[in-house]
C-alpha cells in the first residue's frame, strides 16, 4: 500500500533542501523516490524545478512533461515549462503553455506574470502591463507584479509612472534591491531627494544579504556621483564589484578562449566572397563595447519610419553555441556545416517576423554579436554591421560603474574590463580583414560632435533615407531596454566626454594595462 503521508514528508524535506538551494541533493533524492512513487507528479515538478537552477534544461524540460503526462491539470509544471521555452526563445510554444495555464486556471498569478514578463520580453508593453494590472487584481501585495511593471513602463519612457511602481515595491519590500537600482538608472539625485535618503539609511542595515548590496551598492554610488560626494561614491562602486566577483567566481581565460577559437575557425573562410541573398527582412546588427553607444545608434535608427529596433537579443549567440560549441577547441569546418546554419538563419528571421512583421528594416543590438560577425556575414550577406567604438577610458569605467544582468562578469575588474576591450578590438580587427564594406565604424567622440553630419553617414550605409525623425531621436517612444533607457530620450550632449576623471586609481591601472 502506498503512503501518501510519508511521500508528503519526503517533499517537505526536499522542498526545505530546495529553498535552500541545495539542488543536487534535491535531484538525487528526488530521482530515488521516483523509483517508490511514480506516479507523483508534484514530484517530477519539483525534479524540472531543481534541474532548472542547475542549468540543465533539457532535463528540466523532460521532468515538467512527465508531471503534465501524470497531471494534466498541474498548472505549476505547465507554467514551469513555459518558463523554459521562454528562456529558450521559444516565444509561441511558451505563450501556448502560459495560455493553456490560464485556461485551466484564469486567476492563476504565476503564469499571468510570467505571460506578461514574455510579453515584455517580445515588446508587447501594453498587452504586458495589461496582464500586470489583472495581477494586481488578485495580489496587490505582491512586490514582483510591480517590479515588472516599472519594467515595463520604463522601457516604453513613462519614468514617473516606473518610479511610482518600483517605490510600491520598496514599501511591502525594502530589501528587494533590484528596484533600487533600477530607480537610480532613472532618478538625478540631489542632497534631500527622498529615495537617496532613504538608501542612506539602508546601506547601514546589518539585515543585507551580499546579493542585496550588490544592487543597493551601485544605486546609491551612482546617487552619490549625482549629489557630488564623489569620494563615498567609488568606495560603494568598489564594493559593489568586489561582492559580486565573489559571487561569481569568474574566469577570464574562458573568454580569450573563446574568441582564439572563433578567429581559428574562420581564418581559412573567404568571407568577401559570400554572395548576398535577398531575406524578406533587412538585418542590421550593432555591436560594440557595451557603453560604447550602441543604445544610442539604434534609437536613432529605430526613430526611422521603416526600421524596428528589438533591443538586445541573445538568440543568435545562444544558438550559435547550442550548434558551435566554441568555448571547446573548434576545428569543424563550418561551411559544411549547411544545415545548421540554414536552421539558424530560419529560425533567425522567424523570431524577427515574430517580433515585427511590418517594418523592413530589422535591428538586433546585442552588443557582444561583435564576436559572431563572421555568422552574420555567412547566415545574411546583405546584413548590415554598425561597430560603435568609445575612448578607452570612458568605456572601461562605465562598465565598472554599473550592473549588468545579462552575464557581463568580466565588467567587475578593472583588469578584466582591459582584457575584454583587447580581445573586441582583436576580433574586430580580424572581421574588418575578413568582409569588405561590411562593417562601418562609429567614433562615439567624433558623433556627439558632428551629430548631423555623421547621422547622414550613418542613414545612407544602411541604405536608409534621411527623415527628420532619425535627428529627434529623443522624441522618439522606441521601447529601450538596456541601461541606456533614460539617457538615450535626451538630445545629444558631450559631457559623457572623459566624465570619469575623478576615478583616478582605476584611469591609472586602464592606462598601465592598456
Given at each position: ?113 510570467n ?8 515588446n ?16 496587490n ?5 510591480y ?19 518600483f ?7 525594502p ?25 542612506k ?8 544579504k551580499?546579493?542585496?548590496k ?15 560626494n ?55 546588427f ?35 553555441n ?25 529560425k ?15 535591428i ?5 554579436n ?40 568580466w ?12 580581445e ?36 545612407e ?51 598601465s594595462?592598456?
Amino acid at each position: 500500500m502506498i503512503n501518501i503521508k510519508k511521500l508528503e514528508t519526503e517533499l517537505n524535506k526536499l522542498f526545505n533542501y530546495f529553498k535552500a538551494g541545495d539542488y543536487n541533493y534535491v535531484i538525487q533524492n528526488s530521482k530515488k523516490l521516483l523509483l517508490k512513487y511514480p506516479f507523483s507528479s508534484v514530484l517530477q515538478n519539483l525534479l524540472g524545478n531543481s534541474y532548472q537552477q542547475i542549468g540543465d534544461l533539457e532535463n528540466a524540460k523532460k521532468s515538467f512533461k512527465s508531471a503534465m503526462k501524470l497531471d494534466s491539470n498541474n498548472i505549476a509544471a505547465i507554467n514551469n515549462l513555459a518558463n523554459v521555452y521562454k528562456f529558450e526563445k521559444e516565444y509561441e510554444k511558451s505563450k501556448k503553455l502560459y495560455e493553456r495555464a490560464l485556461d485551466k486556471k484564469k486567476d492563476y498569478l504565476n503564469a499571468l506574470l510570467n505571460y506578461g514578463v514574455l510579453e515584455i520580453e517580445f515588446n508587447k508593453h501594453n498587452d504586458g502591463i495589461k496582464l500586470f494590472n489583472k495581477c494586481l487584481e488578485i495580489d496587490n501585495k505582491n512586490p514582483y507584479v510591480y517590479y515588472n511593471l516599472g519594467i515595463g513602463h520604463s522601457e516604453i519612457g513613462n519614468f514617473k509612472e516606473a518610479i511610482l511602481n518600483f517605490d510600491k515595491v520598496l514599501k511591502i519590500d525594502p530589501f528587494l534591491t533590484e528596484a533600487d537600482q533600477k530607480i537610480s538608472l532613472l532618478t538625478k539625485y540631489d542632497s534631500l531627494n527622498k529615495h537617496y535618503l532613504d538608501m542612506k539609511k539602508k546601506v547601514m542595515s546589518k539585515d543585507l544579504k551580499n546579493n542585496k548590496k550588490v544592487m543597493l551598492y551601485y544605486a546609491y554610488g551612482k546617487a552619490l556621483e549625482d549629489v557630488g560626494n564623489t569620494e563615498e561614491s567609488i568606495k560603494y562602486v568598489r564594493e559593489a564589484n568586489k561582492i559580486k566577483s565573489n559571487l561569481i567566481n569568474y574566469d577570464f581565460s574562458k573568454d580569450a578562449k573563446l574568441v582564439e577559437n572563433i578567429i581559428r575557425s574562420f581564418e581559412k573562410i573567404n568571407l568577401k566572397n559570400i554572395k548576398e541573398k535577398k531575406s524578406n527582412k533587412k538585418f542590421i546588427f550593432i555591436v560594440g563595447m557595451p557603453r560604447s553607444g550602441t543604445s544610442l545608434i539604434e534609437q536613432i535608427l529605430s526613430s526611422h519610419s521603416n526600421v524596428y529596433g528589438a533591443g538586445e537579443l541573445p538568440f543568435l549567440k545562444m544558438e550559435i553555441n547550442k550548434k558551435f560549441n566554441f568555448y571547446k577547441n573548434n576545428n569543424a569546418n563550418i561551411l559544411d556545416e549547411v544545415d545548421k546554419l540554414a536552421e539558424i538563419s530560419n529560425k533567425y528571421q522567424y523570431l524577427a517576423n515574430f517580433f515585427n512583421s511590418e517594418k523592413e528594416y530589422f535591428i538586433d543590438k546585442l552588443p557582444l554579436n561583435f564576436l559572431w560577425i563572421g555568422f552574420i556575414k555567412l547566415l545574411f550577406p546583405d546584413a548590415k554591421i554598425i561597430y560603435t567604438k568609445r575612448n578607452i577610458e570612458d568605456v572601461c569605467i562605465s562598465c565598472y560603474k554599473n550592473n549588468f544582468e545579462q552575464g557581463l562578469n568580466w565588467t567587475n575588474e578593472i583588469s578584466n574590463i582591459i582584457k575584454m576591450y583587447k580581445e573586441h578590438s582583436k576580433i574586430m580587427d580580424f572581421w574588418k580583414n575578413k568582409t569588405e564594406n561590411f562593417i562601418y565604424t562609429v567614433e562615439y567622440e567624433q558623433l556627439v560632435n558632428n551629430f548631423e553630419r555623421d547621422l547622414k553617414k550613418i542613414l545612407e550605409f544602411c541604405n536608409l533615407t534621411f527623415e527628420e525623425n532619425c535627428k529627434n531621436f529623443h522624441k522618439s517612444n522606441s521601447i529601450v531596454k538596456t541601461l541606456s533607457a533614460e539617457q538615450v530620450r535626451n538630445p545629444i550632449y558631450k559631457s559623457s566626454i572623459n566624465k570619469y576623471t575623478f576615478y583616478k586609481e582605476e584611469l591609472e591601472r586602464i592606462k598601465s594595462l592598456a
